[in-house]
């Protein structure tokens, strides 16, 4: 399937995405109310999903969008189709002489404390992605960015080292930060009571529990006509929990965390089910961590034996009841970055063993520390099928389950956490040119976030970013891919789902990316 991407291309914009079509099971109704059903004055809508970041302010993550965006706006966005469109900007256009981006801002945004919307906060923020040590996360979507200047009050420029395809791409994540109360908060308040400029105020944060927002009183927002006048979010890390809270009404939508199974459960109980684009299920391989402790898996002969070592089209079968495809790279299937030249990685536990033997592990070994993983948007079952597997081979490792906002930490290598040998990776490719996906494996980041540096990669894919030709580019990036991938950096196990499940009682519940989506649009009836 071609899959379209977003990319600038000098004077000119070509905008996309990179996802595949959305396949509900029981399509939901986007449609407005009809006759006979009855919205209440008062909408609550409550999600569920098996965990959160630590803090309220987008700078602890690059992704939950659907969470921020209730109370930050970003500088653009994406629209149906995965089109870039205006959001705090208006307009943009290419500054000359490969220098980067002018952004011409809306004039009628104010934050929740009454403070306007202007210039300075995009330069504001743009400078603590620059400054901030360790880097904020969203610093890995705009790889490129090298500086920022005020136009005037409502105009600002992004400035790019050199050419540079996927400043742009990067936009969506771009949440707009208040100057003025950021700094006379400070960064620890502001994580736990942040303001912004969206629809919604923060009314009630619990860490790794709770997120309760409510519409800002007296305020219309300019550009985002929201339906629900309170959004509450739960953490629920227990798949089975989650299933329950929705079946006894206690949550309107699971976001992530159900099974298989479970999902199809819930369509026989007239429940709607969305099953929304593959993300990839890997596990990533710590060169630091395996150093420290002398690893065998700083030998690529014993990190293959443990990719063959994986039955994957009998997981993708059993496990997700075919929804799943077996993985070999870290691009997606279907998307432009799939790179369908590199073979798949066989189920040979015969060759496993004989790589180890050759590796002078005729005995197998033990990794020493625990896989970090978190149960979210991936069933527990897959790490303990690939414990299992390697088991077979004589390769004992333990399993060490996180929350979601812990683990996050720790990839990130942030509040102290230092990962160990193996931790769960992966993820959707919501812009469709790595570029979200890259941010965690680049060896520009710092000492202790870089996993394994792959300098072919990089630099493979900084010229991908500069080529203005969109096919010539899309080579670039699949040859990065195949670079990356020739290293086995990675346990390479299969593209999954992710499953969303509505009440029967919701409506106007779409998701085309699940990594990109509000819920601006979703209501429920009586």
């Known amino acids: 399937m071609r899959i379209p991407l977003i990319w600038a291309l000098l004077g000119s914009i070509v905008l996309a995405a990179c996802a595949p079509a959305q396949q509900p099971t029981q399509p939901p109704s986007g449609a407005p109310a009809q006759p006979q059903e009855r919205r209440a004055a008062q909408q609550v809508l409550r999600f569920g999903r098996p965990g959160f970041p630590t803090s309220a302010s987008p700078e602890s993550s690059s992704a939950n969008n659907q969470i921020f965006s209730n109370q930050f706006d970003t500088l653009t966005t994406l629209g149906k189709g995965f089109q870039l469109e205006p959001a705090v900007a208006e307009k943009w256009e290419f500054l000359p002489n490969d220098q980067g981006w002018r952004f011409f801002l809306r004039k009628d945004l104010t934050f929740s404390n009454g403070d306007k919307l202007t210039a300075a906060d995009v330069e504001f923020t743009a400078k603590l992605l620059l400054e901030v040590s360790p880097p904020l996360p969203q ?98 890390p227990e798949p089975t929990a989650l299933v329950n809270g929705l079946r006894l009404g206690e949550i309107d939508i699971i976001w992530t965390g159900a099974s298989p199974d479970q999902a199809d459960t819930a369509k026989r109980d007239g429940n709607q089910v969305i099953v929304a684009d593959l993300a990839s299920s890997l596990i990533a391989i710590d060169k630091a961590a395996n150093e420290k402790v002398n690893s065998p898996l700083l030998d690529k002969r014993v990190r293959l034996a443990l990719n063959y070592a994986i039955d994957r089209d009998t997981l993708a079968r059993n496990l997700y009841k075919g929804y799943a495809q077996p993985l070999n790279q870290i691009a997606i299937p279907g998307t432009p970055a799939f790179n369908k030249d590199i073979p798949p990685f066989k189920y040979d536990p015969a060759e496993a063993k004989r790589l180890l033997a050759e590796a002078g592990y005729p005995n197998g070994f033990r990794i020493q520390n625990p896989i970090d993983y978190t149960g979210a948007g991936v069933v527990d079952s897959l790490f303990l099928a690939v414990q299992d597997y390697w088991k077979q081979i004589g390769v004992e490792v333990g399993l060490q389950r996180h929350e979601l906002g812990i683990w996050v930490d720790k990839f990130y290598a942030r509040n102290n956490q230092v990962r160990n040998e193996l931790i769960s990776s992966g993820g959707a490719d919501a812009l469709g040119n790595l570029l979200f996906f890259r941010q965690f494996i680049t060896c520009k980041n710092p000492p202790a976030r870089i996993i394994w540096c792959v300098p072919e990669f990089d630099r493979l894919m900084d010229l991908a970013y500069a080529e203005p030709d969109a096919a010539k580019r899309e080579q670039l990036i699949r040859e990065a891919v195949k670079a990356h991938q020739a290293e086995i950096t990675y346990i390479y196990m299969l593209a999954t789902p992710s499953f969303f499940i509505a009440s029967p009682k919701v409506r106007g519940f779409e998701i085309e990316a699940a990594t990109f989506w509000k819920s601006d649009n979703v209501y429920k009836v009586e």
């Not at 791409?169 to 100057?179: I, R």
């Open 139 to 236: 610093r890995g979507v705009l790889p490129k960015l090298a500086g920022s200047r005020i136009v005037d009050e409502y105009t600002v420029d992004l400035l790019t080292d050199g050419r540079d395809s996927s400043l742009l791409s990067g936009t969506p994540y771009f949440y707009v930060l208040p100057k003025r109360y950021y700094e006379s908060v400070g960064k620890n308040e502001f994580a736990i009571k942040p303001i912004g400029s969206g629809p919604y105020e923060l009314v009630e944060f619990k860490s790794a529990d709770i997120f309760r927002y409510r519409l800002r009183p007296n305020y219309t927002h300019p550009f985002r006509k929201p339906i629900a006048t309170e959004v509450i979010w739960r953490a629920i």
